[in-house]
């Protein structure tokens, strides 16, 4: 049932090629330039008038979210709040009528986002649900909502879950931006053909396991692991952190590269690994004063870099090349080496990397 691999979560983390291509199967054809979600047809229309959207979710499936702040504000320019759906029930929040709030969640289970989902319909918003598991409490509570199709995901971690999230997202993004107009029709385009590529590009992204296997060996003993990113990469960084700490029980924090001086900076010497997402992109160059910054104090830098580039590699420690593509689809590539570097130095450790301590696939108690 793990067809061949050691583990649920290593399965899944090479699934990802196809999870992602059954993520997006019938509802983009660059080609053709189809782009159609049924779930959400009926509602594109007040999607596009919608003022303000809520996302509401909690650990992964947040960090997905936070990428859909960024694509949506991006691509539709509607303004996106992205909440930690505990927060957010608890907080008497400003909800009314002319919101959507959109509820993501791989299970469709999980406690938190229920209610907040809840909240939110009975204060009159549309509600809007991404789950992965079919017919999922979340999924039958939603006004609409639209599936990943990831398939069934039986790691702890999750992985493949939220490389479909991000792809689903990402044609909502493209769905209402063109809707609005604000999205014009040769970037639309662009967007189709590069997003069609990016399973190819996955597929090459695995291929530096090998390559990862011997910088965990480096770090496995580490105690603690920062993670920087900026703009796109950002939530990469949090979700980076999250996998490592959930499966291999080290304490590591993502953070946007620039917050780094106020305060984690402090926290660098030579027992620092510190893993920079630093594709080329909008950030490259500040980016690249962040690992100066890093490297002054002696810190160890494992830099995740779009192939080709040279001055990030003439700096860090430990350099991880990614295919290139287009900075909104970025986090589908680099979030693939760090599912993979925490993957493996949890196996070195000796963790149960599938069922970690204390956790659970569906937290549906609150
Ligand atoms: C991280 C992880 C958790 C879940 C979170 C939300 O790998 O598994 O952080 O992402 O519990 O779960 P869902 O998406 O099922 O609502």
Redesign the pocket.
């Known amino acids: 049932e793990k067809g061949g691999y050691e583990h649920f979560m290593l399965k899944e983390i090479f699934e990802q090629p196809r999870s992602i291509l059954d993520s997006m199967r019938g509802r983009m054809i660059a080609e053709s330039d189809h782009l159609m979600m049924g779930g959400i047809r009926e509602y594109e229309n007040k999607f596009a008038k919608a003022k303000r959207i809520i996302i509401v979710?909690?650990?992964?499936?947040?960090?997905a979210g936070l990428v859909a702040e960024y694509l949506i504000e991006d691509f539709a320019r509607i303004p996106v709040e992205v909440e930690y759906a505990s927060e957010f029930r608890y907080r008497n929040p400003i909800i009314t009528e002319k919101d959507i709030v959109i509820a993501?969640?791989?299970?469709?289970?999980?406690a938190d986002?229920l209610a907040a989902l809840e909240l939110a319909k009975s204060k009159g918003a549309t509600i809007f649900g991404i789950c992965?598991?079919v017919g999922s409490s979340?999924a039958r509570a939603t006004d609409a909502g639209a599936y990943t199709h990831a398939g069934p995901e039986i790691g702890?971690?999750?992985?493949k879950?939220?490389t479909a999230?991000v792809t689903v997202l990402t044609l909502i993004a493209m769905i209402i931006g063109s809707k609005r107009g604000m999205l014009e029709t040769t970037k639309l385009h662009q967007l189709m053909v590069e997003l069609e590529n990016i399973p190819a590009k996955v597929e090459i992204a695995l291929q530096l396991n090998d390559q990862i296997v011997e910088i965990a060996e480096k770090f496995k003993d580490a105690t603690n692991f920062l993670y920087l990113g900026r703009g796109y990469n950002f939530p990469v960084a949090l979700e980076g952190a999250?996998?490592l700490k959930?499966i291999s029980y080290i304490h590591a924090e993502g953070y946007p590269a620039a917050e780094m001086k106020h305060g984690p900076i402090a926290l660098i010497d030579e027992h620092m690994p510190v893993v920079v997402i630093a594709t080329k992109d909008s950030s490259y160059e500040k980016i690249v004063s962040n690992v100066q910054e890093v490297k002054a104090r002696k810190g160890k830098v494992i830099a995740v870099v779009t192939e080709g580039d040279t001055t990030i590699p003439s700096m860090a420690d430990y350099v991880i090349e990614i295919p290139e593509t287009s900075e909104p689809l970025m986090p589908l590539l680099s979030v693939i080496p760090l599912q993979l570097l925490s993957y493996h130095i949890a196996v070195m450790r000796g963790c149960n990397v599938d069922q970690p301590r204390n956790?659970a696939?569906?937290?549906t108690v609150e």
Do not use: D, P, R
């Open positions: 979710a909690c650990g992964t499936s947040w960090h993501i969640s791989q299970s469709g289970e999980t986002t992965n598991v979340i702890v971690a999750s992985t879950a939220f999230q999250l996998k959930e956790l696939k569906s937290v």
